[in-house]
């Protein structure tokens, strides 16, 4: 993976790269560290964003039976072929925006028939209800990753260097506020939120259910793995190997909501320096992401109040991600352009 302590001489010189554009210092606010973070990563003074795709992954969680979601399970099986024929919310950005997508079938608790569009890397169908055993396996867990590492990586050896992530799975809010209670640690009721649309009385069961399944497993962080495999989804798993994958060949990660931030979280504690290659694109309106955010030590490009998933953020998100390479290496400099700089204090 990329060192996390990149040579100073190119900090130092991406940094004078972009004070000397023909703007006041700082005048392009998040996107000049955005634009240095790029640079460094690729090593280059001349950054470039190529092939952008978006990973979905889809997977059911038992959780469900515990009546943690306004939604039935089979709306996952409905979504990822509403995805198929291209009428999701991430479709319509995607589109918007040229970037590709891959749907993924990590664990869906049904069969499809053989599709075009639809990348099949099945653990199980659907993981089991955390709330008395373990979501899956730690053999089930790390095939998962290693799926999500061989796909990330098969997007990379075909020309990729920025790669988003999204997720579809009902109840999958539940797996992701159980993790960071664990991982964090922090109480699950500050983790938890509405999900896909829980009143007041939903939520309240939603976190009694969350805290007795804590209790029942009695884990602590120092197991990131146990803790993927006991409380995480098929789609979490894949996503948290996916990312890794990626890291591990130099990309650049564009990071989506809560449920992609809980796949990252697992991610840093399994390799802390993945850190480095992350862009988190927007804060997610459910209720637990922006304390995740500060957990990451994350500074989100968008605020919209967004809370949809499927990578909807990281495809809101990537006309900033190409307006910090294209200033960088398009705007011009104050000498080139013959403007004067600021008069220096005598």
């Known amino acids: ?33 955005l634009a240095l973070k790029i640079g460094l990563l690729q090593s280059t003074l001349e950054p470039v964003l190529r092939r952008p795709v ?28 509403n995805f198929l024929a291209g009428g999701a919310g991430i479709n319509v950005f995607a589109r918007q925006h040229g970037i590709s997508l891959r749907i ?9 028939p053989p599709h075009a569009e639809l990348i099949d890397a099945k653990i199980g ?43 579809m799975g009902i109840g ?21 939120g509405r999900g896909t649309g829980l009143d007041d009385m939903g939520l309240q069961h939603k976190i009694a259910v969350l805290q007795q399944a804590l209790q029942f497993h009695g884990l602590d962080a120092s197991d990131p793995l146990k803790v993927l495999a006991t409380f995480g989804g098929f789609e ?42 992350c862009v988190f694109t927007h804060r997610s309106g459910e209720a637990g992401h922006n304390m995740l955010l500060q957990e990451l030590g994350a500074d989100p490009l968008l605020d919209l109040g967004m809370r949809l998933g499927e990578g909807t953020g990281c495809a809101m998100a990537w006309p ?10 398009q705007m011009a400099s104050f000498e080139s352009a013959g403007v004067s700089d600021k008069i220096e204090s005598a």
Request: glycine fraction near 8%.
């Open 1 to 33: 993976m990329t060192s996390t302590t990149p040579d100073s001489k190119l900090r130092n010189s991406l940094q004078h790269k972009i004070d000397t554009k023909t703007k006041p210092t700082g005048a392009l606010g998040k996107l000049e560290s």
């Open 54 to 81: 978006i990973l979905v992954f889809a997977g059911d969680h038992g959780i469900v039976q515990a009546g943690v979601s306004p939604f039935p399970q089979e709306v996952t099986q409905q979504m990822v072929l």
């Open 104 to 112: 993924i079938d990590a664990g869906v608790a049904a069969d499809f």
């Open 125 to 167: 169908l659907g993981t089991a209800n955390f709330s008395n055993q373990p979501a899956m396996t730690i053999e089930q867990c790390l095939a998962a990753i290693t799926k999500g590492k061989v796909l990330a990586q098969a997007e990379i050896a075909a020309g990729t260097n920025v790669l988003g992530f999204g997720e």
């Open 172 to 192: 999958n809010t539940s797996s992701a506020a159980a993790l960071m209670s664990v991982l964090c640690p922090l109480p699950v009721s500050l983790c938890a």
């Open 236 to 277: 979490i798993a894949m996503m948290t190997g996916a990312m890794l994958g990626a890291a591990e060949k130099g990309a650049l990660l564009l990071i989506d909501g809560f449920i992609a931030s809980a796949a990252l979280l697992v991610a840093t504690r399994l390799d802390p320096s993945i850190i480095d290659h």
């Open 320 to 329: 900033l991600v190409q307006a910090a390479v294209n200033f960088v290496n």
